[in-house]
């Protein structure tokens, strides 16, 4: 199952919509980080409300996501851990989600614009502007 | 109160989410916590991820072992791999020979009860439990 991405300006939006399968995940992955680059997206907002299970290896995956598209240059905020997968994840010491969580996909919205506001940059893709 | 055994087969990587999913529901059904499904949840998904890594496949039973004391739920997860060649380090955190973090089985560990792994050539066998006080 291919999760679709979403452009709405300088952001990406991704909603995550049920369990994903380790290689959905990775597709979801490389299918994101290509985006970012064609679009020079500058926030990205992933709700993970839908994942009812997060274990090491799912954590892992969204970190190294977080970091690939911290690298090409855009932010990330995750909206939607569920109460019980936060305790599941804490207690298993599996390495933390290291985007900036909030509770949803509005608030992930409101966040990236206010960060985005502050950056100033010159946008070179000027037709990936939608005003 | 002990009942069936439910066996979920673990074949490929798409059995992880089937077994998952069969063990919240079967803890849901013998009355654990929202919290306490998840966590089991969690701990068959990164054990069954081990057999798929390093095993290619194994099978994983459940057992009610509940009585009117407590619940109890057992899961036995096992397959014919390689085995484990030093326990003691596979359950130490950071411990990996797969390129991982090494933190599934001293992860998995804190989230249960009980916890024994057993392993030699041709036979490794996670077991592990929930166990709560009845309200
Ligand atoms: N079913 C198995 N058969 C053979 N070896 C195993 C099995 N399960 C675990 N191991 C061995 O034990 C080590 C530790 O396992 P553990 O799940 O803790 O970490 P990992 O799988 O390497 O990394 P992570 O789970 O953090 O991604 C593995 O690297 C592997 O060598
Ligand atoms: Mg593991």
Redesign the pocket.
Known sequence: MRVPIIRLGRILLISIQTDLTDNDALCLQSDLIKKISDTEAQGVAIDITALDVVD??MA?IINDTVCMAQLLGADVVISGVQPFVALSMVEMG?DLIRAECVFNLEQAMKRLEIRMSTRGDICLKRDNYVQ | MSSDLIRVPINGISDIICARLTVRREAARIGFSTADQTRVATAVS??A???I???TE?VCTLRDDSNSDELHLQVTIE?H?????NVV???RDG??????????????CRLVSLFNIE?RQGL?R?TFSLIRKRA
């Open positions: 090491s290896y892992r599996s | 990164e054990v991820r081990n057999v890594n390093y095993a194994g397959d791999g390689p085995g484990i060649d380090e596979a359950m411990y990996s020979t797969g390129g991982g973090l090494g933190a599934g089985l001293p992860g998995t392993s490794t996670v």
